[in-house]
């Protein structure tokens, strides 16, 4: 019984019924003394309920739990932080969140000079312009016809561009109507990443330019542009040019500090595991956390365990042993192999399995915090039983820009309702017109009949006029309001987590696969660390639809599964 329910029997002053079967002989009938606790329960249940002092102490430290929700941790999955006692993160875009438009602007500049200078574009390509708005995580390259496209949970195509030019409604149904994307395909590249998103804005940007010059090899440029701003990333060229001003392309979250304090105070252990390499994730750390708390003079108090250029995500399946690295100097110097990971000293490289043995935490104890959908979430959660926290934090816009549509949205799905029921209703009247019809047509009528049939069929016909009408409107009033909310939020690409109807695959993939996911570390200062974080109750379409409701179909149901007895027919 839920707690609609047992309201529902409290409102209307009732008490449940006397176990009057089930007290006769609760020591002889099973199924009687289940039944006489059931009504117990539902007895303790009203009073519990209704237990005013109860009611006060949940509510009063309201101001404390109320949290934005641009700041909450969402669960798709139970997890008792109870349970967890070493809880790991990600640097790049985890603890660190970067400002998105100047790093993606150098990026992209930085790419823009390569290609020029080593793969033999022509220099008017450093008049493309960068836009911000034309990127977003989840997109996809289609490699063989130039476009860039976006696709909802089931890899059905949404919104297409070739260049930045949409496609039209013919082209689109002759590419991607009859098509899934796989993205396991050669043909297809997920940009999945935050440090790939120049990428697309690069990819369109060049074809319109070169594009009215002559033929273009669209998937020999997706190549090129990858490896250029591969290059720019792994040769240091990049992270020399951040290291330069660390301050304006890092924000510093002055809850961080706090944050980790709160978890260490819970009784967690802390690690760092990171791609980067020391001297980068040292100046970077160092900007985020020294000095934040007295307690913490280097960020390296927070950390029991630190490893840098971990190699995610083959650290989750290779065996790379651990090397230990001289933290003492900004070389990244190794000093040889490592035989166990000690506080206040730094690592490199290794893998799981020695990891948890190095540690002596394992499994579901570990919760492991990450930006990166495939390196930090997907692959950790395929090869180990590690718990998972994915940082998006596009999630923080896209949540208040929702948030300031509100009104907007609830007259969308309004109306998407009355699509629903105008379909319905239409087709109903359907087969009744077409029933009118065929005895008009087949049966020998007396001519009252016939004319009372005839004036019926007008009714029913002006009545189906009516509601097509109304259902074309209703159908480009939904349109047209989806539209506006979505493209209010990215005029290219729509809402970030949903295509159309549909959640996107991007949402998709952070649902399948991180247990949590919140907008940055910061917001676990809100939680206890003990806190259980408890999924939305997964209903399915036949619950949602009013199962609990409690009544039996009158057609044809036989009621719950009983046990034999006397009053059985
Ligand atoms: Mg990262």
């Given at each position: 019984m839920n707690e609609a329910q047992v309201r529902s029997i409290a409102r209307s002053g009732g008490s449940p019924p006397a176990a009057s079967d089930a007290s006769?002989?609760?020591?002889?009938?099973?199924?009687?003394?289940?039944?006489?606790?059931?009504?117990?329960?539902?007895?303790?249940?009203?009073?519990?309920?209704?237990?005013?002092?109860l009611s006060k102490l949940l509510a009063t430290?309201?101001?404390?739990?109320?949290?934005?929700?641009?700041?909450?941790?969402?669960?798709?999955?139970?997890?008792?932080?109870?349970?967890?006692?070493?809880?790991?993160?990600?640097?790049?875009?985890?603890?660190?969140?970067?400002?998105?438009?100047?790093?993606?602007?150098?990026?992209?500049?930085?790419?823009?000079k390569r290609l020029i200078a080593h793969y033999g574009y022509p220099s008017e390509i450093s008049n493309v312009l960068y836009d911000h708005q034309f990127v977003m995580r989840g997109l996809v390259v289609d490699k063989a016809n130039g476009n860039l496209i976006k696709m909802d949970r089931y890899g059905h195509v949404g919104r297409a561009y070739h260049g930045r030019q949409q496609l039209s409604d013919e082209v689109w149904r002759r590419l991607y109507?009859?098509?899934?994307?796989?993205l396991k395909s050669p043909e297809f590249a997920w940009i999945d990443t935050l440090f790939a998103l120049p990428e697309a804005c690069l990819y369109a940007g060049i074809i319109d330019l070169l594009e009215p010059k002559g033929p273009l090899d669209y998937a020999k440029l997706y190549d090129n542009i990858r490896e250029a701003i591969d290059t720019v990333h792994r040769d240091g060229s990049l992270k020399a040019e951040l290291r330069k001003d660390i301050g304006h392309f890092i924000f510093k979250d002055p809850q961080l500090g706090p944050s980790l304090h709160r978890l260490r105070s819970g009784g967690k252990k802390l690690f760092l595991l990171t791609n980067s390499l020391w001297s980068y994730s040292d100046q970077v750390m160092g900007h985020l956390l020294d000095g934040v708390l007295p307690e913490y003079p280097s960020w390296r108090n927070y950390f029991d365990f630190i490893v840098t250029g971990a190699a995610k995500p083959t650290f989750f399946s290779s065996n790379a042993p651990f090397l230990e690295v001289d933290a003492t100097s900004g070389e990244d110097r190794i000093v040889g192999p490592a035989k166990a990971l000690e506080r206040w000293k730094v690592y490199q490289g290794g893998n799981l399995v020695a990891f948890?043995?190095?540690?002596?935490f394992a499994g579901d104890t570990v919760l492991y915090i990450g930006d990166h959908i495939y390196g930090d979430i997907l692959k950790s959660k395929k090869t180990s039983l590690w718990r998972t926290c994915m940082v998006v934090q596009e999630l923080e816009d896209e949540i208040n820009y929702t948030d300031s549509r509100q009104e907007e949205i609830s007259r969308l799905s309004e109306i998407e309702l009355l699509r629903a029921r105008l379909d319905d209703e239409l087709n109903h009247r359907k087969v009744y017109l077409n029933n009118l019809e065929r005895r008009l047509d087949k049966e020998e009528l007396t001519d009252p009949l016939r004319a009372a049939l005839e004036e019926e069929r007008r009714r029913a016909k002006s009545e189906l006029d009516k509601l097509r009408r109304a259902l074309r409107q209703a159908v480009e009033i939904a349109d047209t309001l989806e539209r506006d909310v979505e493209e209010g939020f990215n005029p290219f690409w729509g809402?970030?987590?949903?295509?159309g109807n549909e959640n996107s695959r991007f949402g998709e993939q952070v649902e399948q696969y991180a247990c949590l996911y919140t907008s940055r570390v910061s917001n676990f200062l809100y939680y206890s660390p003990m806190q259980y974080f408890r999924s939305p109750r997964d209903l399915?379409?036949?619950e949602q639809a009013g199962a609990l409701s409690g009544k039996l179909s009158p057609l044809g149901s036989e009621g719950p599964a009983v046990a034999a007895s006397k009053e059985s027919p």
């Open positions: 006769t002989s609760p020591h002889t009938d099973p199924r009687g003394v289940k039944r006489a606790s059931a009504l117990e329960a539902e007895q303790r249940a009203l009073e519990v309920l209704a237990d005013r002092d430290p309201k101001e404390r739990r109320e949290i934005e929700r641009a700041r909450q941790i969402f669960v798709n999955r139970n997890l008792r932080m109870n349970k967890i006692e070493l809880i790991g993160f990600d640097m790049d875009y985890t603890l660190a969140i970067y400002h998105m438009r100047r790093i993606e602007q150098l990026s992209f500049e930085m790419t823009l109507r009859e098509l899934r994307v796989n948890e043995q190095m540690t002596g809402l970030l987590f949903k295509e399915m379409p036949h």
